[in-house]
């Protein structure tokens, strides 16, 4: 299968590079990441992306959207997402009829891609060995999709030692993610994108 993933950001491509033949182990496939400059921009080209694609021969692959929520409403940014996926005259999980296919997984990072990191504080402690390997005992952290404070901040914060001048979002991205173990990650958001990835092939 083919796997084609829409990313808001240079660090989101990072963890993906890491993360999804993890995910993926056993499976065959390649992808390519389209990288966009900010998560706006990607959803003003996104409608003109996915039409490009509507006449993609075959049937064996698949647009992987990954876009943070951030402060957004999250139902109405996976509703702009579905519609902009529809009216592109492409099919989502959501959307498609009894006979379609699904061609698009819309996925959202919640509250931010960070939130991934902070789900497993395995990875954390691995890549970071100042961080505390039971972080997720701490009741800040058991719930990694809700932190209060940001989790980009809270992140930032906790590996301050290693990034002094202040979070390098890319290179965290890729130590931690390096070390991440999909089936035991915490964050409600990765689990859903997992497993609609594996989904895929099933």
């Known amino acids: 299968m083919q796997l084609l ?55 064996d692959w698949a647009i992987i959207v990954l876009v943070d929520r951030d402060q957004d409403d999250c139902k109405v940014l996976k509703q702009q997402l579905e519609t902009t996926a529809r009216d592109a005259g492409l099919a989502t999980r959501a959307s498609r009829r009894p006979d379609e296919r699904i061609t698009v997984v819309n996925r ?33 952290f058991r719930d990694p999709d809700a932190i209060q404070g940001g989790t980009w901040e809270t992140l930032e914060s906790l590996l301050a030692y290693y990034h002094p001048g202040g979070l390098e979002k890319i290179r965290a991205a890729s130590e931690i993610s390096a070390h991440m173990e999909p089936d035991l990650n915490r964050s409600k958001s990765f689990q859903v994108f997992r497993d609609a990835l594996r989904s895929l092939f099933t």
Do not use: C, N
Not at 17 to 34: A, M, Q, T
Not at 119 to 128: F, K, R
């Open 5 to 59: 993933f829409f990313v808001e950001e240079p660090s989101a491509e990072a963890a993906l590079i890491e993360l999804v033949p993890k995910i993926l182990s056993g499976r065959r496939y390649k992808y390519d990441i389209f990288t966009f400059q900010g998560k706006q921009d990607l959803l003003k080209k996104l409608p003109k992306r996915l039409r490009a694609y509507r006449a993609m021969p075959g049937d």
């Open 108 to 140: 959202i990072a919640i509250e931010e891609l960070e939130a991934w990191f902070l789900g497993d504080p395995a990875a954390l402690h691995a890549a970071y060995p100042r961080v505390t390997e039971h972080l997720a005992h701490q009741a800040r």
